[in-house]
């Protein structure tokens, strides 16, 4: 009966540790922070085409008719919704007569300060902007100008590549004496993010 019983106990002994099995550490990793698409801190480098309207019904830019174009701007944004931009643009078209009559290449130079409001559900951020800058031919019928704006830009890639598209108004003033100079802008283009 002896024999019996210290059997049974070591049997029990052995086989409850071969259940209980081997010991494991758990070790857990914190989350990651979730990666903004339209971050603080981040650069822009844009690359579109351009077009302006030259003469409306109650409006008379630059250009006689319309201007066909494109361009490059850089942009900074501070925070998520603040920053500034610079862009130059190049436009093709037929001069108002009010400066002179034939075919001219304008170049204009514009700053704005910019602010989005990112809906990142969407990937899209709508943003306004305000802004001034020149339009002109280098040094010859130069006019100073300021602009306010409205657009949207979609990111296909995080913080790497997004589409954009915008549109402005610019007023040149009294210039050359032949009364208000304005006309809207439109632009679109493609976003590279850093």
């Given at each position: 009966?002896?024999?019996?019983?210290?059997?049974?106990?070591?049997?029990?002994?052995?086989?409850?540790?071969?259940?209980a099995g081997s010991t494991t550490h758990m070790t857990s990793t914190p989350p990651s922070a979730p990666t903004h698409l339209f971050a603080a801190n981040e650069v822009q480098?844009?690359?579109?085409?351009?077009?302006?309207?030259?003469?409306?019904?109650?409006?008379?830019?630059?250009?006689?008719?319309?201007?066909?174009?494109?361009?490059l701007g850089i942009n900074y944004f501070f925070t998520e919704m603040l920053g500034v931009g610079a862009d130059v643009t190049e436009l093709h078209g037929v001069q108002n007569r009010s400066i002179g009559i034939s075919h001219k290449t304008l170049t204009q130079g514009t700053g704005s300060v910019i602010l989005r409001l990112p809906m990142e559900e969407y990937n899209i951020a709508p943003y306004?902007?305000?802004?001034?800058?020149?339009t002109g031919r280098f040094g010859d019928g130069n006019l100073a100008s300021v602009h306010a704006g409205l657009g949207v830009e979609y990111r296909l890639v995080p913080n790497s590549i997004g589409l954009f598209t915008d549109a402005r108004w610019t007023y040149y003033g009294d210039a050359h004496g032949n009364?208000?100079?304005?006309?809207?802008q439109a632009r679109a283009g493609i976003r590279f993010v850093f």
């Open positions: 009966m002896k024999h019996l019983l210290i059997t049974a106990i070591t049997v029990s002994t052995l086989s409850s540790a071969a259940f480098y844009d690359l579109f085409g351009a077009y302006m309207v030259g003469k409306g019904p109650v409006h008379a830019g630059p250009l006689k008719d319309h201007g066909w174009g494109g361009g306004g902007y305000v802004g001034g800058g020149i009364g208000d100079m304005n006309n809207f």
